[in-house]
């Protein structure tokens, strides 16, 4: 495992490995994930359940019947379908609840996502709305197709994989518009339960639909006055008190949940308001009745009933709400959208709230999301009723929060900046970004349709260092992409200045998504427009990027020599971070080339410049570097203390890809050393880092951690245990397109079948190593295959194939300069020749040194 380098910032990568766990089967391919013993909660999306419901107690049951074990194909998919606030959600979410409390019900959970199939700005197609299944599911964002129909296929094998693992989930499609938008997102295994709610019937679904009605009038009384207690209190008796009112208060309001719950959030607005007053209101409504016997103007006689209650600054809050182009927004957004005071716009959310027109986000406190149609509603209502300038004004204060947030949160991430008061350390503006990284997202990709395409280029700037450490690459490039298209139209110069930047960047995404041919495309246009416009530094911290590209694209020889360049090319007076990211690239390259004393000075002149600079990060990424040039220069001590600093620094810097590294790395430095604390440590060391790397969701950095499990196992002994992490780092890299990950493992399992009795598939298995390093060209690896190859063919009494393996291996380790192993490999290349002229029945194991794979 290593770590590495761009201009941006320092970014931790590997080359090599395994993922290990439930097999499931994608449209085209094997996939190999490790999936949750349960989908995390905070990833379901699954709503809290209202303390006020009542009235749906038949329904309940019939759909809780559904979801257990063994239905009816017919009775595990549900249609919950009726007028729009009829309350298909609320059931919907209180059946999920109910299942989840029992614990052999779901002991999957629940996997619930919003479709919003009536906003057409907002709506989730099929295609995104897989992704955010699977991503949902632990699957990482490299194993998401993106053809639809292998998206869905993937997606019903990974919960047929969690059925077959004894964790049942339950699936809710929430607010679809039609069966088009369904259909892909039901699992392929019948009895899989689904929950869909939808305006529309969907009778063509084959699934079992409840055509869920209003509430009967005495449950819409109960829902009022249960309304009411909850909001003002126990002592609230106006329901008991006007009996006569409350009926015919449900009666006007269709006795549709949602109008009954706004009317209730009014009533308890004013507690001294009775009953018979709010009924004479709706009387009043000449409109009201007609858009009741409609879905969706039904929803906005309660909507425009309520509005009108509202007091003028409530009102004028609430249109504005429809100008966020994010889901959800928090508090201190809401004030700068209004151009007040967070604990002033909080007093104007709560009423709000209460009356239904928004909604508390998920936990903690403080975010407010609203349904779609409210939305829409509101965003009517802004159109009409708020003139354009007042709109654009909103609009302006929204992004200059979402910039000035993302610009003081990337100060404190980025080592090389100020860090900006606006927040107080480097925790709470990592907590910020996290809690409104998909607000940005969707701000910066709206503000080119708003008119303000500098805002997508600058929050796609200040985004950068936040997506590397958290390893959101897929978003990373998203945003470049759509960057570079707007300035690519603009015929502002100072747009079009941020071009060459803009590919640099969608290089290192690129990069780090592992497409090396669009990334070194992308570094290259970026280059030629650097030198175009004579900017020496441009162009040398993109030579750095390029050289790490080429030396992940296995062409060390090149990295060197563009990383040289780069190194030349740097003007004197320039952050001497940049050189030392070429610096550290340039110790991978060479590392590669088995020039280790020159890697080892070149990672300690990063370490040098990160000490200097007080880049604690980047200093961690050379540490834990050079700990590996260390330790394939048999100085193990040394290895291990520069993984331990490697490891410190990743933590006080919150870097957890860092850590995984380091942990990693040190694990294989310890059990190479034979460290006083025993293997167990070691192996400790790497189930931690796995653990760390899992979450991160990169299949190919814990495949390396993989790896190194299995030698460690192998040299503690234990080669048995190591057959299942090392076989499933094969079939991933395999799968992955990943030779050397692939060629390094099947040297180890080689081993580790050879030490089990498995001789013949140990010779299948190095020679397999051997062709794919042949293929790679790294000689110093297949010398090392080819003796274990050896090794392994003595055991077969394939002598003469040995005596040739041998021999070949010694020819490239004296190539190499491995003098030590040149050595070995000689003494048993002629020890194998005696064998053969003395016609030995067989030999003792252990009689050559076995060698592990990178």
Known sequence: MTGSDDRRGIHNTISGGVYFSAVVQGAHANVTLQLPATVPAALTGLPAPSPAFTGREAEEESLLAGVRPDPSPAAARQVISGLPGVGKTELAVQVAHRALGDADLLPGGVLFIDLFGYDDRRRVGPHRALGSLLRALAVPHEHVPEDIGERAGLYRSVLAAYAAGGRRILVVLDNAMDSAQVRPLLPGDPAIPVLITSRHTLSDLGARVLDLSVLGRQAAVELVGANLRNIVGPADTRVADEPAAAAELADLCGRLPLALSVVSALLADIPTRPLHSMAAALGDARRRLERLSREDLAVRAAFDLSYLHLAPDQARLFRLL????????????????????????????????????????????????????????????????????????????????????????????????????????????????????????AAALAAPGLARPEALVQLHSSLLEFHSLRRHFDEYAELAVAALGTVRASQDPVLRATESSILNNLGTARRELRLFDDASASYQEALALHERDGDPFAAAATLTNLGLTYQQMNRPEEAVDLLRQALDRYPPDSDPRARGMAYNNLGKALHDLRRLPEASEA?????????????????????????????????YGAAAEAHEDALAAAEETGDLYGAGLALANSGLALAMGRDERGPQEAVDRLMRALEILDSLGDEHMAAQARSHLGLVLIQAGRAAEALDPLESVVEASTRTGDPHTAAMALTNLGTALELTGLHEDAVRAQTRSVSLYRQLGERHHEAKALLNLGLALRHTGGLAAAQDAFHSSATAFRETGDEYLHTQALRLHEETGRWRTRQLPGWLRGSGPRTPGP
Request: include cysteine; proline fraction near 7%.
């Open 603 to 635: 990672f300690a002149e990063d370490i040098a410049i990160c000490r200097a600079a007080g880049d604690r990060r980047g200093e961690g990424t050379a540490l834990n570097n050079l700990g590996m040039v260390l330790r394939d220069m048999g100085q």
């Open 322 to 441: 429809a100008l966020n182009p994010g889901p959800d927004l928090a508090t201190e957004t809401v004030a700068a959208l209004a151009g007040t005071e967070p604990w002033d716009a909080e007093d104007l959310l709560l009423p709000l709230a209460r009356g239904h027109f928004i909604e508390p986000g998920p936990p903690p406190y403080g975010r407010w999301r609203m349904h779609d149609l409210m939305r829409l509603y509101a965003d009517e209502l802004c159109r009409s009723q708020d003139e354009p300038g007042e709109r654009e004004a909103a609009t302006d204060r929204l992004y200059l929060h979402y910039l000035a947030g993302a610009h003081a949160a990337d100060t404190h991430v980025d080592a090389g900046l100020a860090p900006d008061a606006l927040f107080p350390d480097r925790d709470e503006a990592l907590a910020w970004l996290d809690a409104e990284r998909h607000n940005l997202r």
